[in-house]
């Protein structure tokens, strides 16, 4: 558990943030890292991926729990030959051709010998999870990416795959029509000049005409040891554009290359640092935007996120929760 006397000085900042929803209700187990959400067409139950133990799984009734975690997706590891393979990060879970597919990253904490891997299953049962290796995408210091946080988006039946973390940030590749494999060269589709270039976690959803690339931007991580100044810690922002590939700018109209995005989610009451976000088409509350998040009254440390979610309203043309 974080360091609690570090309470009064995050409550007094976070006062100071007004008109955000508190997380949607969570119980059984809701202390996640990254999570990615999907529902099992045979039976409508939900399943939750998230960071650690070879990517950890959970499922429930509802998105609100309670949450029974299932075990490891890949308990081995990975088949990547990269430091790091037995403890795999960000996943990202979507269905493709009657498959389940997650998307997973390979590495270590900050460096930049990365690579994303790819698991699927017929079922998502424990131990039906075929690992099929690295997708195409790998980074080291000759690159001007990470190649760590996938996400893939069905663009009207074309697959593109989001990736990145700080150095360039966040970056986008074709896939191949299985979206196994990739398919082209990658490109950068978010930058901002600014600091360490701390965005990553890109998540794209398409609503109406628009398609939105979400994104966490700030410090992640290790908050019991060192807080960081107000403002400069974890929060969700957007960028939108009528193409799945570029043109993507904030409510400014600022570009998204260029340091732009609007903040959708930030700290508030005792919400600390929400971001590792993905959203999902709920059948009850319509869209959902959901992160992971510190629980002032609970702890600040990596190991005390809490699982959260919101509904978005689109109505404005730009996500509000």
């Avoid at 997380?23 to 959400?37: E, I, K, M, Y």
């Avoid at 045979?42 to 309670?66: H, L, Q, V, W």
């Avoid at 690992?131 to 980074?139: E, N, P, Q, R």
Wanted: proline share 4%.
């Amino acid at each position: 558990m974080g360091s609690r006397h570090l309470a009064l000085p995050v409550a007094l900042f976070t006062a100071l943030v007004h008109g955000y929803a508190s997380p949607g209700a969570c119980s059984g187990q809701c202390v996640v890292s990254d999570p990615t959400l999907i529902q099992r067409s045979s039976d409508s139950k939900y399943f939750r991926f998230s960071t650690g133990n070879e990517i950890s799984y959970a499922s429930s009734s509802s998105i609100a729990g309670p949450w029974t975690v299932i075990g490891s997706m890949l308990p081995d590891g990975s088949s990547i030959d990269l430091d790091g393979n037995t403890d795999l990060w960000a996943p990202d879970v979507h269905i493709v051709d009657d498959l389940y597919y997650v998307y997973y990253a390979v590495s270590t904490f900050g460096s930049q010998n990365s690579a994303i891997g790819l698991a699927t299953s017929e079922t998502m049962e424990l131990d039906s999870w075929t690992d099929h290796g690295s997708v195409g995408v790998a980074s080291s210091s000759s690159k001007s990416y990470n190649a760590i946080d996938p996400n893939l988006i069905d663009a009207d039946g074309t697959y593109y795959l989001n990736f990145g973390s700080f150095w360039d940030d966040i970056y986008q590749v074709p896939m191949n029509s299985a979206a196994k494999k990739t398919s082209s060269s990658s490109y950068n589709i978010a930058y901002t000049s600014s600091g360490t270039h701390a965005e990553e976690g890109a998540y794209m959803y398409k609503y109406g005409s628009y398609y939105y690339l979400f994104y966490s931007a700030g410090i992640c991580c290790g908050y019991d040891t060192s807080l960081p100044a107000s403002g400069a810690e974890y929060k969700i922002k957007v960028c939108r554009s009528t193409s799945p590939t570029s043109g993507f700018v904030d409510k400014t109209g600022t570009a998204c290359t260029s340091g732009g995005g609007t903040v959708v989610l930030e700290s508030h009451g005792t919400t600390y640092g929400p971001g590792g976000q993905g959203v999902y088409d709920d059948p009850t509350y319509g869209p959902v935007l959901y992160y992971h998040y510190i629980n002032t009254d609970i702890g600040y440390a990596d190991s005390d996120k809490q699982f959260g979610w919101n509904a978005i309203d689109f109505s404005s043309g730009w996500p509000v929760v």
